[in-house]
């Protein structure tokens, strides 16, 4: 049977008669014992019985008397004395002992003799009796008791089987019933249908199975929906440059095109096919960012060092904007672990959209601070700044906040910086108000190791 429902059921029939088997057969075996010897003590009780009787009944009335006990107490008993013998009850003719018996019992009064055929016992015994001896040997059948029993056990496993099938066909019903409908569930998600869920209440293994499904349901959704956004924006970010670069190149097949315009055109196209290549920079960089088995190759280097080298090649991009580039360094240098070029990367992308989006004659300002746990890295900027809607967004992959403005960008820059900020288990925050300006802080937690060379810089800057 493959369901499981079949096995359930057939598990539990094997597993009641199993049990039951085992626990007949044992009680069967003690009751038998102790059902044998009860029949033995009536016997021995009735063989005095009828010794007694033959001992005060008239012999007139004797035969009828005993006659008459033989059939209430079920019994077959037979009397011999030297060469008679009488039997009393409808088996007495069976109960004839050998020679070599009888002159046992004679000989020997104190001795019982005790015979049993299966459900047949009998017992033998002498006495005496006006001087002379006799044999009484008494049998009774104790199958009518052991039948009774076992017909006990029999009607007993029989009410345990049906009345524990029901229950079990309702219970079987009970788990297999979920089971069933999450196996429908998940062929649908197979398909390829990511609404799919499963009701569920309660807090049994089943639940927490049909919690963990829906969990993964709505997360392969929220993948696809993720998946799907992200080829329709690549597709977009890639067919406004192309459009504008066929345009172009169209254009400048005229040949009587004037010189000035012709230069005008190769720009454009420049311009974009540039932006295509970053694009395609970006997007490769952050698919390495978020590949599960990307490592971080961490040194230890000064951080100050750094930022100075990043401001100066930013420099030329300010000066053409006459942007002032402020720097705010700590007395002494601030040494961090971490992975130098990719740290790197977080820098220029932060400088570059200060700059981008900040107007002429506007100042950026970047600031190191030093924490006891971590080092804070702060780019100011007096730009255009963001509005709040925008603030939550500006993480995701592609997201501009004014995609017609005429600058530089495709949306990744600020994923790639985020990307690497949480590599290097650090926060960024953002605070930014629309026409003043915005403010980037990255904060960095100092490598374990790393903490006691902190340590004693800040005992060296305190004592100096
Ligand atoms: P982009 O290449 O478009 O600059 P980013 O991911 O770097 O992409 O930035 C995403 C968006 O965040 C930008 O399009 C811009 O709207 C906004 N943004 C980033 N930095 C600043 C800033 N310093 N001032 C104002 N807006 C900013």
Same mark, same amino acid.
């Given at each position: 049977m493959k369901s499981i429902y079949g096995k359930l059921i057939i598990g539990f029939l094997v597993s009641i008669v199993f049990s039951f088997s085992v626990a007949g057969y044992f009680t069967i075996r003690k009751n038998s014992s102790e059902l044998s010897q009860l029949t033995y003590e009536e016997l021995n009780n009735s063989s005095d019985y009828v010794i007694n009787l033959m001992k005060i009944v008239d012999s007139s009335d004797l035969s009828s008397v005993l006659g008459g006990y033989a059939k209430t107490s079920e019994v077959n008993f037979l009397i011999e004395h030297e060469k008679e013998s009488v039997g009393y009850g409808?088996?007495?003719?069976?109960l004839k002992l050998t020679n070599d018996e009888k002159s046992k019992l004679y000989n020997y009064p104190e001795i019982v003799v005790y015979k049993n055929q299966s459900s047949i016992k009998q017992l033998s015994k002498s006495f005496v009796m006006n001087n002379q001896k006799y044999i009484i040997t008494i049998q009774k059948d104790s199958g009518n008791r052991e039948s009774i029993f076992l017909n006990s056990a029999v009607i007993a496993l029989f009410c345990i089987l049906s009345a524990g099938s029901v229950m079990f066909l309702v219970l079987a019903d009970i788990i297999v019933k979920p089971i069933s409908r999450l196996n429908k569930a998940t062929n649908e998600l197979s398909k390829g249908n990511y609404r799919v869920r499963v009701n569920y209440s309660g807090n049994d293994e089943i639940a927490t199975l049909n919690r963990s499904f829906n969990q993964m349901a709505q997360q392969l959704a929220k993948t696809e929906e993720i998946r799907q956004q992200f080829i329709s924006d690549v597709s977009h970010e890639f067919q406004t440059p192309l459009t504008a670069i066929q345009g172009f190149a169209t254009i400048l097949?005229?040949? @009587?095109?004037p010189d000035e315009q012709r230069q005008k055109y190769a720009d454009i196209i420049l311009f974009h096919s540039k932006r295509l290549s970053t694009l395609s920079k970006n997007m490769l960089q952050l698919t390495l960012l978020e590949g599960e088995d990307l490592k971080l190759n961490k040194t230890e280097f000064s951080l100050v060092e750094q930022l100075i080298r990043v401001i100066s090649t930013q420099d030329p991009l300010a000066l053409k904007k006459d942007i002032e580039i402020e720097f705010n360094r700590p007395k002494n240098d601030i040494f961090i672990e971490a992975d130098e070029a990719r740290l790197e990367q977080v820098w220029i992308n932060l400088l570059n959209n200060a700059i981008k989006y900040t107007n002429e004659h506007g100042v950026v300002t970047v600031t190191v601070k030093r924490g006891t746990k971590e080092v804070e890295v702060s780019i100011a900027d007096t730009g255009v700044g963001m509005s709040k809607e925008a603030i939550s967004h500006i993480?995701?992959?592609?997201?501009? @906040?004014?995609?017609?403005?005429?600058?530089?960008?495709?949306?990744?820059g600020l994923s790639i910086v985020k990307r690497i900020v949480d590599l290097h288990l650090g926060t960024i925050d953002v605070e930014s108000r629309e026409e003043a300006g915005s403010v980037f802080s990255v904060k960095l937690p100092y490598e374990r190791n790393f903490l006691g060379k902190f340590n004693n810089l800040t005992k060296k800057e305190e004592k100096g």
């Open positions: 409808n088996m007495y003719n069976s097949k005229n040949e @009587q095109l993480f995701e992959r592609f997201y501009r @906040q004014d995609k017609s403005r005429n600058v530089e960008g495709n949306g990744l």
